[in-house]
């Protein structure tokens, strides 16, 4: 069982639409999380940091964390074409210290923004 | 632009070969790590160096090596080319070595025949 656990869509929505991703941890000890967003045949970038439980918000996209479910959340609101891309859940591995850098991914969930 | 470049973009060799990918991280970041993102595993992190030093290793094949030089930039080598290590590789940075903030490159996509 992977530890960020994703579905990997595709998600297709209407332009200005309400884009909606999940991903669910195995961990409770995870308290760090990130969305990346790929656009095709591009390197991930980072959109989203937050820690532990709530909500972080930022310009059209809030990010949301339940520790009590495991559960992290995407919004993207007012979706535009643009937003056409792979969005990549992700929480370092925190474990040991030797393992810091390692940040696991989920499989990313394909969304498609059509106008 | 993350800041973060990759050589070569595309590489195309056969198996049994040997190849090198290099990464120059962002001014300034001592970390770099390297990752393998293919269709049926996903982003999978490989290994981590900091400041010349191998920090973190994940599930890196013995087939495959890296390393780190004094001037920061890193090179991921990969021998015995298999068809499945066809893949995308990246290469990612951050300014420490405890930084959950990576900054990725644009790949290289190496593809194995």
């Known amino acids: 069982q992977k530890e960020v656990e994703q579905d990997p869509g595709p998600l297709s929505v209407p332009e200005g639409a309400i884009v909606s991703l999940n991903c669910t941890y195995s961990?409770?000890?995870?308290?760090?999380f990130m969305w990346y967003r790929q656009y095709s045949r591009k390197g991930p970038e980072l959109l989203m940091y937050t820690y532990s439980s709530g909500n972080k918000e930022d310009g059209r996209f809030t990010a949301q964390v339940d520790k009590s479910s495991k559960y992290i959340s995407l919004f993207i609101r007012d979706s535009q074409p643009s937003d056409s891309a792979t969005y990549l859940c992700?929480?370092?591995?925190?474990?040991?210290?030797?393992?810091?850098?390692?940040?696991?991914f989920g499989a990313g969930t394909q969304v498609v923004v059509t106008p | 632009d993350s800041g973060v470049t990759q050589t070569p973009k595309h590489l195309i060799t056969a198996t049994g070969q040997r190849v090198t990918l290099r990464c120059s991280p962002r001014?300034?970041?001592?970390?770099v790590y390297w990752y393998q993102q293919s269709l049926d595993q996903g982003l999978q992190f490989l290994i981590q160096y900091y400041n010349g030093e191998e920090r973190a290793k994940g599930n890196i094949l013995e087939r495959f090596s890296a390393q780190q030089f004094p001037d920061l930039h890193s090179e991921l080598n990969l021998s015995s080319l298999e068809l499945g290590d066809s893949a995308l590789y990246f290469c990612a940075s951050s300014p420490y070595s405890e930084t959950d903030t990576q900054y990725f490159g644009p790949g290289t996509r190496l593809t194995v025949l």
């Open positions: 001014s300034g970041d001592l970390s």
């Open positions: 961990n409770s000890a995870f308290q760090y």
């Open positions: 992700a929480t370092p591995d925190r474990m040991t210290t030797d393992s810091w850098g390692k940040l696991q």
